[in-house]
């Protein structure tokens, strides 16, 4: 069973003061996303993204398609119980403690009473917020916000789980304790579907992408699929200031860094460069290939879509 | 039916009381109520009628603006803030959320009259020094304040579900006006013809009617209340209070929340 | 059914219901509570106290009190009530608020004075209102009218009625009418024309419905005065002339040249008795008759009132 199956979720809004013109928000979306994946849901700011997720949460209503969740229709309240939703830059009921937000949060979420006392010691543990569970949410910085919002959301132990922008506004370590708690999600068993523009948290992260822009779907795949595409080359780093001329006949790009040089050529040009090297006694130090990053890959997809937008015009 | 919507309601109370703003009107209203017993001493012969009708008084309109004042926000505030998404994305229904959030509300201004009402019983007993068996229509006058503070929360309910606060306040105070001539209002209908006559009944009989829930008046002067009248004011606030409650979760259903 | 449609389903239902059980209660509440609006009335009779709790919003209430002064009065004139007791207060108090809604008086002046069930019967009190909006209002020549009005009709004081009259001729742009009914008063107070002047100008003049009806009836009754005086000489000459009683209607017509069988403001032809006397034929139809009843006539404890404005 598919954790999620989009057939087609579409949002027009209509804008304008008197004369009401269509908007699309979203266009026709089809997209499945599979039990047990990190799946990620990309695109510039505007693309289509946040309102996908309200959709799904039931939030918006579609102008047109349906959805399954867990195998149910997205509209049956008994979905709810299996799902939880972290919102970006999530605001909470600021006159609430911690302790008592979670506990509110698992009353309604219909977690039983001895259970839920529980759950909630152990959610303010995992996010390492046991401290200052009896403080005020008024008071917390951004980063304990989204701590917070981390733990409302798998509180109940959903099987899936929603995050839109998780790692917005947040330091390189908090960016880093949210991602390795989606890899224990994952560990768990669990399904993540989160949406972000950040690609390099994509790119470590998820098995599978989506790109979104404009409303539209432009690509979907496994990232190590989506970036192993075209152009195969290497880098080819070596000790030294050193740049042999062999190198530059490869039409190697070459870099010096410090005490290394930093080359990037055609991946069949390999052997020689390596070739080249040895006879020049020049200590080899690393020889990677290279993959086409998620970036460029985003980037392409982007402008392919701007020429062709181009061209309708 | 689930005791979701109970959380819902007691997270609201929660919240009001907690709300320093509270406080400060409930201090306001006590404060007339002692006030009242000066402005009593002044006026010889009538402290009794000064003291139950400012008394009484004091404890309709503060509630009333309580009741609009933290009203107008229960929705509007939730969407702004953007609290809602996570309670929405939780198997709570969005009429529960409506109802819960009314009678969390509802609560809050019952608690708040009984405090109030404790000040102007004290305030009584200070200048009469010892109650008499009318007195007792007091806790009648009270009664029907209350079923006025939940049509109102109803009201600022209904508004605050698809209009700003500002806009809300508006309205929910203007209805609490017009309300307050409702008997004037049905009176006018009845002198107009033609298309003007139905338009002028219809909205005659969709205002609420708090003409006939302000006894304020007839308890100070110790008059008699037919218990047929508080039976069908009862009814009225009830119905009346489901009428708009229904419309609230009728909006609320179809709302997108962007 | 989805759960949202269900949702939708019955919080319709909920909503109709609701708002049908809502206005049935308001009609049975009003029933409980008639006269809701004059209720205040009793409690704060003092129209000063009034005037402070309006805030400011005198105009707004005046209007609002006369609303329910007509109402008050419209609704116990219509279930032929007996008693106005509140009239007075309510006139009063709207024109305490507004001592220049001139309606108000008008009606004072129609209603108030005369005894129940025509009125409140407090001649007084319509006198006091009266020199209250004189007072306030030096300029309005028809409150003199209207003060006069009431010495002449209820309190049958002509002198005093016209003293009010010459007063009001004085006001700039004052009516003529006024120094015809001064010197009316003097002389020819009791005469039906001057009578027949007054009420006709008050229909003339006023846009209140309750007033015209009020006025027409006077000139209704005024008209079988005349026409029964006049019958009524015509049999006396009659039997003068004959040494007997007509026989009926069409002698006496034939006999005296009288242009046509007379008949009464209804358009019924008067009766003429075996006794020789001129009657209506149905008095019940008529108010204030002074001529023209049979015998130990007692007119309805609850009169009939019709709408005769043309």
Known sequence: MSAIEILGLEKTYMVGFWRKRPKSALRPLHLTIEEGEIFGFLGPNGAGKTTTLKMLMGLVFPTAGTARILGREWTDPEVKAQIGFLPEQPYFYDYLTAHELLDYYGQISGVPGKDRKRRVEEMLQRVGLTEVKGMQLRKFSKGMLQRVGIAQAILHNPKLVFFDEPMSGLDPLGRREVRDLIEQLKQEGRTVFFSTHILSDAEALCDRVAIIHKGELRGVGAVADLTSTVQGKVEVIWQGRQIPASMKVLGAECHVTGDTVRAILPENQQDTAIDALRRERIRLIAITPLRTSLEAYFVEKLQHSQTTVGKRS | MSPRMLYIAFNTFREAVRDRVLYNLIAFALLLSGAAIFVGQISIHIERLVVVNLGLTAVSLFGIVIAIFIGIGLVSKEIEKRTLYTVLSRPVRRWEFIVGKFLGLAGTLIVNTFFMAIGVFGALLYVVHKFSAPDALILVALYFIILEFLIICSLALLFSSFSSPLLSAVFAFSLFVIGSFADDLRGFAALTHGATRWLATAAAYLVPNFSALNVISAVAHQQPLRSQLILQNTLYALFYTAMVLSAAVLIFERRNLK | ?310
């Open chain 3, 1 to 310: 059914m989805t759960a949202a449609q269900r949702t939708t389903v019955i919080a319709s239902a909920c909503l109709a219901i609701s708002t049908l059980a809502c206005i049935l209660l308001l009609r049975h509440i009003d029933e409980i509570r008639p006269q809701a609006t004059v209720d205040d009335a009793l409690f704060v009779n003092s129209p000063k106290m009034i005037r402070r709790a309006s805030l400011g919003f005198d105009g707004m209430m005046a209007c609002i009190y006369w609303t329910r002064t007509v109402q008050y009065f419209g609704e116990r004139h219509f279930n032929r009530e007996l008693t106005y007791n509140e009239l007075a207060p309510l006139l009063e108090i709207t024109t305490t608020l507004d001592p220049q809604l001139f309606p108000a008086y008008q009606f004072g002046a129609s209603f108030l004075a005369p005894a129940p069930p025509n009125g409140a019967g407090e001649p007084d009190r319509a006198i006091e209102l009266m020199k209250y909006g004189i007072q306030h209002n030096p300029n309005n020549w028809q409150l003199y009218y209207n003060l006069g009005f009431i010495y002449y009709t209820e309190l049958k004081d002509y002198k005093k009625a016209s003293e009010v009259f010459e007063q009001g001729v004085e006001v700039p742009g004052a009516n003529p009418l006024l120094k015809v009914l001064a010197a009316k008063m003097a002389g020819h107070a009791g005469d039906r024309a001057t009578a027949r002047l007054l009420w006709s100008d008050t229909y003339e003049t006023n846009h209140d419905s309750y007033v015209r009806q009020n006025a027409v009836e006077h000139l209704r009754a005024i008209q079988v005065d005349e026409d029964v005086t006049n019958l009524q000489s015509a049999v006396t000459r009659f039997g003068e002339r004959t040494g007997r009683l007509p026989a009926s209607m069409s002698e006496l017509a034939a006999a005296e040249h009288l242009p046509r069988i007379a008949v009464d403001p209804d358009g019924r032809p008067y009766k003429l008795t075996p006794e020789g006397r001129i009657e209506v034929q149905n008095p019940d139809d008529f108010n204030f008759l002074t001529k023209g009843m049979p015998p130990g006539y007692k007119p309805p404890a609850l009169p009939k009132f019709h709408d005769h404005t043309r």
